[in-house]
């Protein structure tokens, strides 16, 4: 097979995990989603050593933190993603995994306005377009449910602000998400050990070992996805990306029995010519 092949069977391996994932945090939804979050960070970075230390790249974690820049943009880095886990955690335990995959399908069309308004990157007509039909189907969602898609709307900003500032750290994306949940650590082992000390959480053992797999389940993906960028274009990387929102949509209503109503039936359409319009433009634009 050749190396394009590997990377891309590498990204559906990767979106496939996300896809799916709405089944594992359903398992822990009886747990709440700051003591999951807490654990998720700790084995995360567990996880994440073992790796670096596989490849002898430990020596390159106090690198990503040894000045204030580049201390300060991990950290925000860390906020953001903190944000997104947690949002989607909580999603998922109170039955909303639709308004979270929606989110995820929102978020490529909040990178490109990022990218244009921040970053002052040119955006083609049909890609503006895109974008006002992902606002329109917000707003008809906030009319016709008559409060705004919040879980959406945060999930898709956080994860756009987080691409944002992951543009400017120097330290690649494994090294880089180590150093985020490192910073992470003290605040979650903090809260671990107050649960402990006040009995204020009652897991079992199948919660332990769910909670301690949140590590390799949060690392495995991030791993493969780093693997597919390095050998497959972006564009191809973009539109196989829609296999996670799609999958998490399918496993909410088939698999967690959630109920679309009749207004995200209409939103999702729009949102999805949105997405199409976007993808035929990047790849005309790699063409």
């Known amino acids: 097979m050749s190396e394009v092949g590997k990377g891309v069977w590498a990204m559906v391996a990767a979106c496939a995990i996300w896809g799916l994932s709405p089944l594992f945090y359903a398992l822990l939804s009886h747990v709440p989603p700051v003591e999951v979050l807490a654990h998720r960070t700790v084995w995360s970075l567990v996880t994440f050593g073992a790796v670096l230390a596989v490849q002898r ?3 390159d974690l106090p690198r990503a933190l040894d000045t204030p820049r580049k ?3 991990v950290a925000a880095a860390a906020a953001m993603i903190s944000v997104n886990w947690l949002l989607f955690i909580f999603a998922v335990g109170a039955g909303r995994t639709v308004e979270a995959s929606l989110g ?3 978020y490529p ?3 490109v306005a990022i990218g244009a308004l921040v970053l002052g ?4 007509p049909l890609q503006w377009m895109a974008v006002a039909l992902a606002g329109l189907a917000v707003v008809l969602l906030t009319w016709g449910l008559g409060a705004a898609p919040w879980i959406s709307l945060v999930l898709a900003a956080t994860f756009g602000v987080y691409g944002l500032i992951k543009r400017f750290v120097a330290a690649g994306p494994v090294v880089s998400v180590s150093a985020e949940v490192l910073v992470g650590l003290p605040l979650a082992l903090g809260y671990i050990g107050w649960l402990f000390l006040s009995c204020a959480s009652a897991l079992s053992l199948s919660d332990w070992a769910l909670l301690i797999a949140s590590g390799p389940l949060t690392a495995t993906p991030l791993i493969l996805f780093s693997h597919a960028a390095r050998r497959v274009a972006m564009a191809t990387v973009g539109l196989i990306q829609y296999l996670n929102p799609s999958l998490q949509f399918i496993v909410a209503v088939t698999l967690l029995a959630e109920t679309v109503t009749p207004w995200h039936a209409v939103a999702l359409p729009i949102i999805w010519v949105a997405l199409a319009l976007y993808s035929w433009v990047s790849l ?3 063409r």
Not at 121 to 124: D, F, G, K, S, T
Request: net charge positive.
């Open 57 to 59: 790249r430990l020596r």
């Open 104 to 106: 995820y399908y929102i």
């Open 109 to 111: 069309l909040v990178a």
């Open 284 to 286: 005309r634009t790699v």
């Open 71 to 73: 201390a300060g943009l």
């Open 121 to 124: 990157e040119a955006m083609r």
